[in-house]
């Protein structure tokens, strides 16, 4: 909702997790699973940080919960990005973009 | 829409908590499932796949209290969680609850009724628009005492103001009144127009006064109030028809004043003050002044101003002397109405105040104990996940329960105890009726209860945080280095303890040796058996009144003394300890070669010569009067039948006046001329001496008296005194019926003499009584801590005397041991406390009468007390300690 409050750290976290859904429904786990493939095995995501996080953005209206089978035939909690979370998705893409262009910049000038 | 599932989400956190815990939990699991299958998929044996998973995860409850910390409405959630653990935690230990519950609401209960009498007393704000725009105006006498006012001057301070709107002056007396459906004894006050418009009150029926109705010789109208419309007059709404008679005139009703009004107190009808012309001196004071500020004029302001005025009269003035005013002085009514009554609460306010910082001081060690039992569960809610923060709010919310929960108790406690200050209260206390629970008493007990909890919950969180907390786990929940700090502080709050209870018990000793000095006085008059029956005849000037008045008061007193078993009966201008007192004026020691013609001319010899005047109390009185209250000849005569209106004229002085005036001389035979008082020239040939009374108050030494023969120089209004061994029921139907026979216009009103004696010692007795039962309460409590303490500390010490005795330490060495520490603490605590008393107790010095603010003797006898009390506290645990088994107490740990 109001991103320039939230450190940047979880600011972060939430778009690599919205990042994540992009590609379609998935559980905390694989969720933790695919940040950890996304970025190459930089970020590894501990169920204390994500699941917080999953809660609070699906209090945000961002994503939306649903129980389902899991590949195993387990019972799962999935995750889904709604329209809210898309458009947060963007404007978080963005922002990202917009920092890490300017941090780019400073950290080359001489 | 993202605040409609914000909201959404809100509801289902907190009203469908379990369900979301539910589904947080199976997540949670499910998800450490699917970790061991990976595990295992990767091809791990399942007990490493278990291991490494539940390291990765990081321990299930704690990651679903961080999602529950982050939800929304935790915060609520958090607060209810606190408050069902705290009752929990109170109801589990329901003795210690109890006692602290109790303690807790005697402390704020006791406060609570002490604040509603301070509010309605002294805050509380006057029923009248800008009420503290409302003040009083006084003249200050030669002696710097505020006075009543001369009529010419106030006429000076009303014409010459810059300060006022309006300015009135007022008076009142209780007279017979009849017209009414039946005659009575009312409380009339006399007013100059203005009088309501300083108070912003119109009539709720009729009019008020006109300028012209306060004019010498208008026609007489009088104002009455709601509650003798109503009850006496029956409510009519032509106020055309009723006509009273008062003082021998007769007075048309032009208007009803509103219920809310009564001011002065009790008065019931209000009359123009000047209808028979002003009086011309500027030393008979006989009337107050009220009056509404300017807009925009402050009372210092208004205080120059009128200081100003009255130097200039002084400096002018023909009639220079004692009696003329020396300043002027104006006051905020309020301040003026509750002045006296303002120091004696506030220190009433100040010993409950230190009975609450006992009680709580009781409550914070218990707190502390149970704390230290809670050390063990406090580190495992902390290697739960739970924050230092989440457990000095648990604490706080504790805290808050207890208190509030007190508070409650303490408020309908209040509800009781301000029914029963009330009937305690001496009558003079101004604005009693005006005491109540009301709102700002509640917000009063509220926040003080809120400051309590705070107080105590902010206290205990930092003992019991204090440190490593996960340490108390590994110690096992004794915590030997925590214990010893807890044990310091428990201790302080004891020494505390004991040095505040002292100071109140101090103050409750003083007041209550001041209260014995005066029961101890003796009043030099009889105060049981005595029936005083209260009589007014209309107040006439006409001189020729007297003659009527004085057989009517003889043919009354002959009457009852028919009455079987009335021994003896009087009558007195004013009976000792009676409402009002006597009037005190100059007199001249003169002879009949020399008589003034006239009061004024009195009043200029008096002052042109200094060594033949004198200054007594003069009372109108009749030789039943000495008799029926036993008041001694000590030489020459009473009155008696010889004395009659026509024979030359009688006076009886008191002992003291007899010495201060003629020392070294007979004052029999000489003669005094006192007419200033009551307008009768003759001249008083001293016939009798007679022993002092007091009749002001018995902590006020008598004053000089002249008495003169009630049948020469008759009063309208007396009070008429039987001594009796009859029923006083009986006397009062008698003597109600002889005076209706003789004046059916004629209302009497009986008291007993020593229920008017009994209530001049009232307002002393009250604060003795309440601020000594403060002190036995706080004693009580303080003792109770020193108990508590010392007990708790031979409890944790078990092992170390086990220890000590084991090694060889008397029984005696112990006790020595635990004696001495206990009694350390005390006399810490005494020490404080002295030196305290000996601070605070100037502040009550105008309280005390016959003792000293620092009576080494009630200082020594409360010491004694404290420290007996508090040695007796410490010996029960200290035999205890001394009995300890060595081998018990060993295997203790």
């Given at each position: 909702?109001?991103?320039?409050?939230?450190?940047?750290?979880?600011?972060?976290?939430?778009l690599?997790?919205?990042?994540?859904?992009r590609?379609?429904?998935?559980h905390?786990?694989g969720?933790?699973?695919?940040?950890?493939?996304?970025t190459?095995?930089?970020?590894?995501?501990k169920p204390g940080?994500?699941?917080?996080?999953?809660?609070?953005?699906?209090?945000?209206?961002?994503?939306?919960?649903?129980?389902?089978?899991s590949e195993?035939?387990?019972?799962?909690?999935?995750?889904r990005?709604s329209?809210?979370?898309?458009?947060?998705?963007?404007?978080?893409?963005?922002?990202?973009?917009?920092?890490?262009l300017?941090?780019?910049?400073a950290?080359?000038?001489? | 829409?993202?605040?409609?599932?914000?909201?959404r989400?809100l509801?289902?956190?907190?009203f469908f908590?379990?369900?979301v815990?539910?589904?947080?939990?199976?997540e949670?699991?499910?998800?450490?499932?699917m970790?061991?299958?990976?595990?295992?998929r990767?091809?791990?044996?399942?007990?490493?796949?278990q291991?490494?998973?539940?390291?990765?995860l990081?321990?299930?409850?704690?990651?679903?209290?961080?999602?529950?910390?982050?939800?929304?409405g935790?915060?609520?959630?958090?607060?209810?969680?606190?408050?069902?653990?705290?009752?929990r935690h109170?109801?589990?230990?329901?003795?210690?609850?109890?006692?602290?519950?109790?303690?807790?609401?005697l402390?704020?209960?006791?406060?609570?009724?002490?604040f509603?009498?301070?509010?309605?007393?002294?805050?509380r704000?006057?029923?009248?628009?800008?009420?503290?725009?409302?003040?009083?105006?006084?003249e200050?006498?030669?002696?710097?005492?505020?006075?009543?006012?001369?009529?010419?001057n106030?006429?000076?301070?009303r014409?010459?103001?810059?300060s006022?709107?309006?300015?009135?002056k007022?008076?009142?007396?209780?007279?017979?009144?009849?017209?009414?459906?039946?005659?009575?004894?009312?409380?009339?006050?006399?007013?100059?127009?203005?009088?309501?418009?300083?108070f912003g009150?119109q009539?709720?029926?009729?009019?008020?006064?006109s300028?012209?109705?306060?004019?010498?010789?208008a026609?007489?109208?009088?104002?009455?109030?709601?509650?003798?419309?109503?009850?006496?007059?029956?409510?009519?709404?032509d106020?055309?028809?009723?006509?009273?008679r008062?003082?021998?005139?007769?007075?048309?009703?032009i208007?009803?004043?509103?219920?809310?009004?009564?001011f002065?107190?009790?008065?019931?009808?209000?009359?123009?003050?000047d209808l028979?012309?002003?009086?011309?001196?500027?030393?008979?004071?006989?009337?107050?002044?009220?009056?509404?500020?300017?807009?925009?004029?402050?009372a210092?302001q208004?205080?120059?101003?009128?200081?100003?005025i009255?130097?200039?009269?002084?400096?002018?003035?023909?009639?220079?002397?004692?009696?003329?005013?020396q300043?002027?002085?104006v006051?905020?009514?309020?301040e003026?109405l509750?002045?006296?009554?303002?120091?004696?609460?506030?220190?009433?306010?100040?010993?409950?105040?230190?009975?609450l910082?006992?009680?709580?001081?009781?409550?914070?060690?218990?707190?502390?104990?149970?704390a230290s039992v809670?050390?063990?569960e406090?580190?495992?809610?902390?290697?739960l996940?739970?924050?230092?923060?989440?457990?000095?709010?648990?604490?706080?919310?504790?805290?808050?329960l207890?208190?509030?929960?007190?508070?409650?108790?303490g408020?309908?406690?209040?509800?009781?105890?301000?029914?029963?200050?009330?009937?305690?209260?001496?009558?003079?206390?101004p604005?009693?009726?005006?005491i109540?629970?009301?709102?700002?008493?509640?917000?009063?007990?509220?926040?003080?209860?809120?400051?309590?909890?705070?107080?105590l919950?902010?206290?205990?969180?930092?003992?019991?945080?204090?440190?490593?907390?996960?340490?108390?786990?590994?110690?096992?929940?004794?915590?030997?280095?925590?214990?010893?700090?807890?044990?310091?502080?428990?201790?302080?709050?004891?020494a505390?303890?004991?040095?505040?209870?002292?100071?109140l018990?101090v103050?409750?000793?003083?007041?209550?040796?001041?209260?014995?000095?005066?029961l101890?006085?003796?009043?030099?008059?009889?105060?049981?058996?005595?029936?005083?029956?209260?009589?007014?005849?209309?107040?006439?000037?006409?001189?020729?009144?007297?003659a009527?008045?004085?057989?009517?008061?003889?043919n009354?007193?002959?009457?009852?003394?028919?009455?079987?078993?009335?021994?003896?009966?009087?009558a007195?201008s004013?009976?000792?300890?009676?409402?009002g007192g006597?009037?005190?004026?100059?007199?001249?020691?003169?002879?009949?070669?020399?008589l003034?013609?006239?009061?004024?001319?009195?009043?200029?010899?008096?002052?042109?010569?200094?060594?033949?005047m004198?200054i007594?109390?003069?009372?109108?009185?009749?030789?039943?009067?000495?008799?029926?209250?036993?008041?001694?000849?000590?030489?020459?005569?009473?009155?008696?039948e010889?004395?009659?209106p026509?024979?030359?004229?009688?006076?009886?002085?008191?002992e003291?006046?007899a010495r201060?005036?003629w020392?070294?001389?007979?004052?029999?035979?000489?003669?005094?001329e006192?007419?200033n008082m009551?307008?009768?020239?003759?001249?008083?040939t001293?016939?009798?001496?007679?022993?002092?009374?007091?009749?002001?108050?018995?902590?006020?030494?008598?004053?000089?008296?002249?008495?003169?023969?009630?049948?020469?120089?008759?009063?309208?209004?007396?009070?008429?005194?039987?001594?009796s061994?009859a029923?006083?029921?009986s006397?009062?139907?008698?003597?109600r019926?002889i005076?209706?026979?003789?004046?059916?216009e004629?209302?009497?009103?009986?008291?007993?003499?020593?229920?008017?004696?009994?209530?001049?010692?009232?307002p002393?007795r009250?604060?003795?009584?309440?601020?000594?039962?403060?002190?036995?309460?706080?004693?009580?409590?303080?003792?109770?801590?020193?108990?508590?303490?010392m007990?708790?500390?031979?409890?944790?010490?078990?092992?170390?005397i086990?220890v000590r005795?084991?090694?060889?330490?008397?029984?005696?060495?112990?006790?020595?041991?635990v004696?001495?520490?206990?009694?350390?603490?005390?006399?810490?605590?005494?020490?404080?406390?002295?030196a305290?008393a000996l601070?605070?107790?100037?502040?009550?010095?105008?309280?005390?009468?016959?003792?000293?603010?620092?009576?080494p003797?009630?200082?020594?006898?409360?010491?004694?007390l404290?420290?007996g009390?508090?040695?007796?506290?410490?010996?029960?645990?200290?035999?205890?300690?001394?009995?300890?088994?060595?081998?018990t107490?060993?295997?203790?740990?």
């Amino acid at each position: 909702m109001s991103p320039e409050q939230t450190s940047l750290l979880q600011g972060t976290l939430d778009l690599l997790i919205l990042k994540s859904l992009r590609a379609g429904e998935m559980h905390g786990l694989g969720v933790s699973r695919r940040i950890e493939q996304l970025t190459g095995g930089t970020f590894v995501v501990k169920p204390g940080s994500l699941f917080p996080a999953l809660h609070r953005m699906e209090e945000e209206g961002w994503i939306t919960a649903f129980w389902g089978e899991s590949e195993n035939n387990r019972r799962a909690k999935y995750y889904r990005l709604s329209k809210a979370g898309e458009k947060q998705l963007e404007a978080e893409t963005e922002r990202w973009s917009r920092i890490s262009l300017a941090i780019g910049q400073a950290l080359e000038a001489s | 829409m993202p605040l409609l599932t914000k909201a959404r989400s809100l509801l289902r956190n907190l009203f469908f908590t379990r369900r979301v815990d539910a589904d947080l939990d199976q997540e949670v699991h499910s998800h450490l499932e699917m970790l061991i299958e990976e595990n295992i998929r990767a091809g791990m044996t399942p007990a490493d796949a278990q291991r490494i998973a539940r390291i990765e995860l990081g321990g299930t409850a704690q990651v679903q209290e961080q999602v529950r910390e982050k939800r929304l409405g935790s915060w609520f959630h958090s607060v209810w969680a606190d408050c069902r653990y705290g009752l929990r935690h109170l109801r589990k230990n329901p003795g210690t609850t109890a006692v602290m519950v109790f303690t807790l609401a005697l402390g704020i209960g006791a406060s609570t009724a002490i604040f509603s009498v301070v509010y309605g007393v002294l805050l509380r704000p006057l029923p009248y628009a800008d009420a503290n725009r409302i003040m009083a105006v006084f003249e200050v006498t030669s002696h710097g005492q505020p006075s009543r006012l001369a009529d010419p001057n106030f006429d000076d301070f009303r014409d010459q103001n810059r300060s006022f709107q309006t300015i009135a002056k007022y008076n009142n007396y209780v007279t017979s009144v009849s017209g009414a459906a039946q005659p009575t004894r009312t409380m009339v006050a006399h007013v100059s127009p203005g009088f309501l418009k300083v108070f912003g009150i119109q009539p709720m029926l009729g009019r008020d006064f006109s300028e012209a109705d306060g004019k010498k010789g208008a026609g007489r109208y009088a104002l009455v109030s709601y509650g003798y419309w109503r009850q006496d007059l029956g409510a009519p709404t032509d106020l055309s028809q009723p006509h009273l008679r008062i003082d021998g005139a007769v007075y048309s009703i032009i208007g009803v004043l509103p219920a809310s009004f009564r001011f002065p107190a009790e008065v019931n009808l209000w009359l123009p003050a000047d209808l028979d012309g002003e009086g011309h001196s500027r030393t008979s004071h006989n009337f107050s002044a009220v009056g509404r500020l300017r807009d925009g004029v402050s009372a210092a302001q208004a205080n120059q101003d009128i200081s100003a005025i009255a130097r200039r009269i002084h400096d002018t003035s023909s009639e220079q002397g004692d009696y003329l005013l020396q300043d002027a002085i104006v006051l905020p009514l309020q301040e003026s109405l509750t002045g006296n009554a303002r120091l004696p609460l506030l220190v009433l306010l100040g010993a409950v105040g230190f009975l609450l910082l006992v009680a709580c001081a009781n409550v914070a060690n218990l707190l502390l104990a149970q704390a230290s039992v809670r050390a063990r569960e406090l580190a495992i809610r902390s290697a739960l996940g739970a924050g230092r923060g989440r457990l000095i709010r648990q604490f706080l919310t504790e805290a808050f329960l207890l208190s509030l929960v007190a508070g409650g108790f303490g408020v309908l406690g209040a509800f009781w105890g301000v029914a029963g200050l009330v009937a305690l209260a001496p009558g003079d206390l101004p604005r009693l009726d005006n005491i109540s629970i009301n709102i700002p008493v509640l917000l009063f007990a509220l926040l003080l209860s809120t400051a309590v909890a705070t107080g105590l919950g902010a206290f205990t969180a930092a003992r019991a945080t204090s440190g490593d907390l996960r340490q108390g786990l590994a110690e096992g929940g004794r915590g030997q280095a925590d214990s010893q700090g807890s044990r310091r502080v428990g201790r302080v709050i004891v020494a505390a303890q004991i040095a505040i209870t002292l100071m109140l018990v101090v103050g409750a000793g003083l007041l209550g040796r001041s209260l014995m000095k005066v029961l101890a006085v003796n009043p030099g008059y009889r105060v049981d058996k005595i029936v005083a029956m209260d009589v007014a005849l209309p107040w006439l000037d006409d001189p020729k009144s007297n003659a009527s008045r004085a057989i009517f008061f003889a043919n009354l007193i002959g009457r009852l003394k028919q009455i079987p078993g009335v021994r003896t009966v009087g009558a007195t201008s004013v009976l000792p300890m009676a409402e009002g007192g006597l009037p005190n004026g100059m007199f001249l020691l003169t002879s009949h070669d020399e008589l003034p013609t006239s009061v004024d001319a009195l009043v200029a010899m008096m002052i042109q010569q200094k060594d033949r005047m004198g200054i007594a109390d003069f009372c109108a009185a009749t030789d039943g009067y000495f008799q029926a209250l036993g008041i001694p000849l000590m030489r020459g005569r009473f009155f008696d039948e010889n004395d009659t209106p026509n024979s030359p004229h009688v006076a009886v002085i008191s002992e003291s006046l007899a010495r201060e005036r003629w020392p070294n001389q007979d004052p029999i035979g000489h003669t005094i001329e006192f007419g200033n008082m009551d307008s009768d020239l003759r001249l008083l040939t001293i016939v009798g001496i007679v022993g002092d009374t007091h009749e002001y108050a018995l902590d006020v030494a008598p004053r000089p008296t002249v008495y003169v023969n009630l049948l020469q120089r008759p009063r309208p209004a007396v009070t008429v005194t039987m001594l009796s061994d009859a029923d006083t029921r009986s006397v009062t139907a008698a003597a109600r019926g002889i005076l209706r026979e003789l004046d059916p216009e004629l209302p009497p009103s009986f008291q007993t003499f020593s229920e008017v004696y009994s209530a001049s010692l009232r307002p002393r007795r009250f604060n003795v009584i309440l601020i000594g039962f403060f002190g036995i309460v706080a004693l009580l409590l303080a003792t109770a801590g020193v108990f508590g303490v010392m007990a708790y500390a031979v409890n944790r010490r078990t092992h170390e005397i086990g220890v000590r005795l084991a090694l060889g330490a008397s029984s005696g060495n112990i006790l020595r041991m635990v004696l001495g520490e206990g009694m350390r603490t005390i006399l810490i605590g005494v020490a404080i406390g002295i030196a305290g008393a000996l601070l605070l107790t100037r502040t009550v010095q105008s309280l005390l009468f016959g003792v000293t603010s620092t009576d080494p003797l009630t200082f020594g006898g409360v010491t004694l007390l404290l420290v007996g009390a508090a040695l007796v506290a410490c010996l029960v645990p200290a035999r205890r300690a001394m009995k300890v088994d060595p081998m018990t107490a060993l295997r203790y740990e």
